[in-house]
């Protein structure tokens, strides 16, 4: 099982002072006691100076900025963590019921365990629209009482399974005799009642200072305590209106002298020593809409005897025994509880025994490791896979969603010796050179692009720049190409292997039929000649496939050539042999360990091999092995490749990760020409699957295509899709966009060369 090793929360964070910056920073300590787990935070600011937070906060939002979202999602996929916890309230987030955080989350290639902090029992259709968002993108949600569990389902029609219910933190406090701590305060020998938190007026304060004469009348001694700042939102807007409010309220009720002030945000320690010279705890909360209450979790916790409104949360904490319940707005019942437990002893100790016990299970360090669990099963998900269901519109149906060919990228790869295999990020790495493998894809993207883009004047530039690498890697001596070159233009091989040599064939082939430039078409077609004799060599069935594709371009134009036509039957026949006795059984592969990689260019051959030499036995196989990937390949309603980190082994499971472009690209051209082989519309249908892969209709819900460089990412692993942008990604993505332009355009002449068409 693999384990996390870093997370990133983001959230408020102390000194901001609210609940939810407590809680985070409670969160962020807990989790990193656990010394195999680095732990930081995203905080997010409500005024545009922030606040001075620790070490442990590394990058800073404002809550207003949309554009610093999609900064953050940046900063933490450039990071790399395992993954990001979200804590989530309508109100800290910028734009309409705070849905900038969607624009972070959604960049995310982590998963992610979103903590809701708040769930309505009634939203507005946009708070509504904005949680199922966040749920849909979300790997995990928690909630911290069981009626959010129930709401998530009922109300928002969440999966259950999705959903975690994991307690309010609180601290591991001691379980005291409350006179311990009272002359600290100068009230020795008083009947302690505490509330403490940030002062607003839904927290129903005034109700229990209506309450306070008929408890005083029976416990002189008795003092309310009310611990905390105004909520800095409504200060903002009202000053200290409210406070000064109740203020008045108590000399009026005559109690002004059983009532003490803390107005100010108090930090751990003294909360200790306020809850632990309490005798009565009380929220005396005006509705039930609150589904967590950060403050009767820490009393209970204390080992304090609560009195509560029936708010969600207080309901399930307090259950039958662990407190008292009295009605919202009744003075007069919060009187009668109070009165009652200040009177018995045992009662308010049983009560306060079995609140200590029952929130043993709410202390930091067991709500550290369910998170960590969490997010353990949530990282090990990604690698086994789980089943996103992506809504959208078909290509068919949005016909405008095909984006631009963009070739910036392809240029930044490209140098005076040809294109560069990788990419760190998106910058080119010498370290790995150049190989014929990629600058034969990209000599059959450039040739295919001429008629999308025939006003580009690099497009024939490119295409020279490529086909001298091919031709430079063209070994007379041997009639093989060879394929590794160093940055320094060394050849690292005298051969390279046999898919090198069918990769160059096949873009050889094309560009013999279809460059617009007369000196591209006429080297291509002398070379291709050349290496005819070497491809009776070749023995690999993903060799032969390539090599077929573009001996069929090559007949496209010159159907005449008896040579090439003898070829082409020579290599069909003897990938049809390695497959023929398969095709229809239970496992139809030519391989008996497993499938590995660029699957569907073997039915791609058969089906072009099949049609052009009347062989219904080749069709059919072509047929039976493309739609036996196909159920293999789908998950849910999106492509799901085989993974290379196992790949696909009879009898066992299928690899999830990693995924590769490579596979994406070779689905979607082989079933590009089944669709206008067959008229099958199955076949388009999972061929828009297949480009909607890259575009984020995959495992992971993340889009692989880079709309800013025009690069793609080199592939989707557990982790998310990979930051870097090399060449045959690239390349992968590029024939992709370039076949479904061109079938969109119904260029007739590339009808039948469907895998670059």
């Known amino acids: 099982m693999e384990r996390v090793s870093s997370i990133a929360i983001i959230g408020n964070y102390l000194p901001r002072r609210c609940g939810i910056a407590t809680f985070t920073t409670d969160l962020a300590t807990a989790l990193s006691a656990n010394r195999e787990i680095k732990c930081w935070a995203l905080a997010v600011n409500d005024r545009p100076e922030g606040y001075k937070y620790p070490e442990k906060v590394r990058f800073e939002i404002n809550q207003n900025l949309a554009a610093e979202y999609r900064l953050a999602a940046d900063y933490l996929n450039i990071n790399q963590v395992d993954a990001v916890s979200l804590q989530h309230e309508y109100g800290i987030f910028g734009g309409d019921s705070g849905r900038h955080i969607l624009s972070l989350i959604r960049e995310l290639r982590m998963p992610v365990v979103t903590t809701l902090h708040t769930v309505l029992k009634n939203p507005s259709p946009e708070q509504k629209k904005v949680l199922c968002e966040i749920a849909e993108i979300s790997s995990r949600l928690v909630v911290?009482?069981?009626?959010?569990?129930?709401?998530?389902?009922?109300?928002?029609?969440?999966?259950?399974?999705?959903?975690?219910?994991?307690?309010?933190?609180?601290?591991?406090?001691?379980?005291?005799?409350?006179?311990?701590?009272?002359?600290?305060?100068?009230?020795?020998?008083?009947?302690?009642?505490?509330?403490?938190?940030?002062?607003?007026?839904?927290?129903?304060?005034?109700?229990?200072?209506?309450a306070l004469p008929a408890i005083v009348s029976r416990h002189p001694d008795a003092v309310y305590i009310i611990v905390g700042a105004t909520h800095p939102h409504v200060k903002k807007t009202r000053g200290?209106?409210?406070?000064?409010?109740?203020?008045?309220?108590?000399?009026?009720?005559?109690?002004?002298?059983?009532?003490m002030f803390f107005n100010r945000f108090v930090d751990f320690s003294e909360l200790c020593e306020f809850l632990g010279a309490c005798d009565v705890y009380v929220t005396p909360y005006l509705n039930e809409a609150q589904i967590v209450s950060g403050t009767l979790a820490y009393a209970m916790g204390a080992g304090k005897a609560s009195v509560s409104t029936p708010y969600w949360y207080a309901e399930e904490m307090i259950g039958s025994d662990r407190g008292l319940l009295v009605g919202f707005n009744d003075p007069q019942g919060l009187a009668q509880a109070i009165n009652k437990l200040l009177e018995d002893d045992n009662l308010r100790n049983a009560i306060r025994k079995r609140a200590y016990a029952f929130s043993r299970r709410a202390v930091w360090s067991q709500v550290a490791a369910d998170y960590i669990s969490v997010f353990n099963e949530v990282k090990n998900e990604r690698s086994r896979g789980h089943g996103y269901i992506f809504k959208s519109k078909t290509l068919e149906s949005e016909k405008e969603s095909l984006p631009e060919i963009k070739l910036d990228h392809l240029h930044t790869l490209t140098d005076a010796s040809g294109i560069i295999q990788h990419a760190i990020y998106t910058i080119p790495d010498y370290n790995h050179g150049y190989c014929t493998d990629d600058n034969a894809r990209a000599l059959i993207a450039m040739v295919m692009a001429q008629e999308l883009i025939a006003d580009d004047p690099q497009l024939v530039c490119l295409q020279k720049k490529y086909l001298?690498?091919?031709?430079?890697?063209?070994?007379?001596?041997?009639?093989?190409?060879?394929?590794?070159?160093?940055?320094?233009?060394?050849?690292?091989?005298?051969?390279?292997?046999?898919?090198?040599?069918?990769?160059?064939i096949w873009s050889l082939g094309v560009s013999s039929a279809l460059s617009a430039d007369p000196g591209c078409a006429w080297l291509s077609s002398s070379l291709f000649h050349q290496s005819l004799a070497m491809l009776e060599s070749l023995t690999h069935p993903r060799a032969l496939a390539f090599a077929l594709v573009g001996i069929h371009a090559y007949l496209a134009r010159f159907s005449g050539d008896s040579e090439v036509r003898r070829t082409r039957e020579s290599l069909a026949f003897r990938l049809f042999d390695k497959i023929k006795n398969r095709v229809n059984t239970d496992w139809p592969w030519f391989e008996n360990e497993s499938v590995t990689y660029a699957n569907a260019k073997i039915p791609h051959a058969l089906l072009l091999s099949g049609q052009w030499m009347q062989r219904s036995d080749m069709l059919q196989a072509g047929y039976r092995l493309l739609d036996w990937l196909v159920s293999l390949q789908k998950n849910n309603n999106c492509f799901s490749p085989i993974g290379n980190r196992g790949w696909y082994k009879s009898g066992g499971p299928k690899a999830l990760f990693d995924q590769q472009p490579i596979e994406a690209q070779a689905m979607l051209e082989t079933c590009l020409l089944a669709k206008k082989m067959s008229g099958n519309d199955f076949y388009y249908d999972f061929a828009a699957l297949a480009f909607n892969w890259f575009l984020g209709q995959n495992d992971l819900k993340q889009p692989l295509y880079d709309y800013t460089t025009g690069g793609c990412r080199d592939g989707l692993s557990p982790d998310g899709a990979s930051l870097n942008q090399g060449a045959e990604s690239t390349l992968s993505w590029l024939l992709s966009l370039i076949a479904m332009h061109g079938f969109r355009a119904e260029q007739k002449k590339l009808q039948y060369i469907e895998p670059i068409s």
């Open 240 to 259: 200290e209106e409210y406070r000064q409010t109740l203020e008045r309220l108590a000399k009026s009720k005559g109690v002004d002298r059983h009532i």
């Open 468 to 504: 001298a690498f091919i031709q430079h890697a063209f070994n007379s001596s041997s009639g093989w190409f060879r394929n590794f070159m160093s940055f320094n233009r060394s050849w690292l091989e005298e051969k390279g292997s046999e898919d090198c040599q069918g990769r160059a």
């Open 144 to 210: 911290m009482a069981e009626k959010g569990v129930t709401f998530l389902k009922d109300i928002y029609g969440i999966a259950e399974q999705k959903i975690s219910m994991i307690h309010h933190g609180i601290p591991d406090m001691p379980f005291v005799d409350s006179n311990f701590y009272k002359d600290q305060f100068g009230v020795d020998g008083k009947k302690v009642i505490l509330t403490f938190g940030l002062l607003s007026p839904n927290k129903g304060i005034a109700s229990m200072i209506e």
